[in-house]
């Protein structure tokens, strides 16, 4: 299909290991989001990419977390020295462009476990 | 500090008879509201939306509605049917850049 596709879909880590998680948007979309949810909460922002400039950043919970979308298209989600607390729920959205009222498509996500 | 609040975590309803979700918002620079439907193991899929300068926007089953003053929208589904079962969230933003989720509404259509 064409829709927005994640991976890996589940993600079994040792605290303290690194992760890294992709994203493939919608081939076009100019506007990409990373959002984590926790179980029982709904998605909480994490950051967000016009193309390849990253123009929000405020979500991220701390410099263990990074994020890249270096050619405008494919994004990673970087969470280093893993922590417990990083168990969630990772989505990624993309949208055709900023506002314009366009909605968000959103992947099935990885879901990270942390032991 | 939860911007977009959803208090009901669960709401059951018979086949046939009206939905509706609420949802409560803090933040009077919010100017644009999406509902999302999402089922078990699957990203959110975009339900409907509404910009602050109207009050309603209707699409097939499902009607939005918008109360600014009481900083209030809801969602309608009329008339409820079983494969309508799934967590309902509602969204919020001021920038496009950025957007704010509920907790989220399961909701139980029964046949």
């Known amino acids: 299909g064409a829709g927005v596709s994640q991976s890996p879909r589940y993600k079994v880590a040792k605290r303290g290991q690194d992760v890294a998680l992709r994203c493939d948007p919608i081939s076009g979309h100019v506007s990409l989001f990373w959002y984590q949810q926790a179980l029982g909460q709904g998605p909480e922002f994490l950051t967000y990419f016009q193309n390849e400039a990253q123009l929000d950043k405020s979500g991220l919970p701390s410099d263990r977390f990074f994020a890249e979308r270096p050619e405008g298209s494919v994004s990673t989600l970087k969470i280093q020295r893993t922590q417990q607390e990083d168990s969630a729920v990772y989505l990624c959205a993309s949208s055709l462009e900023t506002g314009n009222n366009q909605p968000q498509h959103f992947g099935d996500g990885t879901r990270l476990s942390i032991l | 500090d939860q911007q977009v609040k959803q208090n009901s975590p669960s709401l059951s309803v018979q086949e046939g008879r009206i939905s509706i979700l609420n949802c409560d918002y803090t933040?009077?620079?919010?100017?644009?509201f999406l509902w999302y439907k999402k089922y078990p193991a699957e990203g959110p899929t975009f339900l409907i939306s509404i910009s602050s300068i109207k009050d309603k926007n209707e699409d097939g089953r499902f009607t939005v509605f918008l109360n600014k003053s009481a900083k209030h929208l809801s969602l309608h589904i009329v008339p409820s049917q079983p494969g309508d079962s799934a967590v309902y969230f509602c969204a919020a933003t001021y920038n496009f850049n950025k957007f704010y989720f509920g907790s989220g509404t399961k909701l139980n259509v029964k046949p």
């Open positions: 933040n009077s620079m919010f100017d644009y």
